[in-house]
């Protein structure tokens, strides 16, 4: 199985300050990548696909970059809105892997 | 609106079995491969089991092979997942997840539903 790393666990910042998640794979898997937004009680939402295609619908101030095995999710601005964990996963090959998560919070 | 609706989750003693089902509206249904993804709780995510549009491909995760059975009704626009032989380690809220991908090729989740909560316990 392809082991997704990603990191950090958790972090804290300020809103309008800009966050930083990454993910790393096991394995090269091209751009086979997607990122997820879930708040507390809820259902995961798709923010991203193929590694940096926004979701439609989903604002601008949330991006994803990177190829092969190591991969970045960026939200520019921080919004009180955006207070989730954020998972990445791969569709390279099954089964299809979910990082462990990354819990975001307000300063 | 796409729509994603889990039912059936409960109370069970290991060893039991469960039939979770999943009602989907607001897309065409036999368009789509359809995923169960499962979260243990305060866990991350897991993927368990993938059923092409027309349940010609299915695929399962290891943890849950020969155990699970998933499948569809596309003239009831319904999914299922029949769960056997269940164990503690599959205590976990079960989601229901329209597959992105095109044809028989899975690509990930794009629209979820809420979940139901499983309860694997004596």
């Known amino acids: 199985d392809i082991q997704m790393t990603q990191s950090p666990s958790s972090l804290s910042a300020s809103v309008r300050d800009r966050v930083t998640i990454t993910c790393q794979a096991s394995q090269d898997i091209g751009n086979y990548l997607n990122w997820y937004q879930q708040k507390p009680g809820k259902a995961p939402k798709l923010l991203i696909y193929?590694?940096?295609s926004l979701e439609t619908g989903v604002p601008s101030r949330f991006s994803g970059s990177g190829a092969g095995t190591d991969f970045t999710f960026t939200i520019s601005s921080l919004q009180p809105e955006d207070i989730a964990t954020y998972y990445c996963q791969q569709y390279d090959n099954l089964p299809h892997t979910f990082g462990g998560g990354t819990k975001v919070e307000i300063k | 609106e796409v729509q994603l609706v889990e039912s059936g989750g409960g109370l069970v003693q290991p060893g039991g079995s469960l039939r979770l089902s999943c009602a989907a509206s607001g897309f065409t249904f036999s368009s789509y491969s359809m995923n169960w993804v499962r979260q243990a709780p305060g866990k991350g995510l897991e993927w368990t089991s993938y059923i092409s549009s027309s349940s010609n491909t299915i695929y399962y995760a290891d943890s849950v092979k020969g155990r699970f059975t998933v499948s569809r009704d596309n003239a009831k626009n319904s999914l299922f997942l029949q769960m056997d032989s269940l164990r503690d380690e599959d205590t976990a809220v079960y989601f229901c997840a329209r597959d992105r991908g095109v044809g028989a090729l899975p690509a990930g989740a794009d629209y979820w539903g809420r979940g139901t909560l499983v309860t694997v316990s004596s």
């Open positions: 193929d590694a940096s």
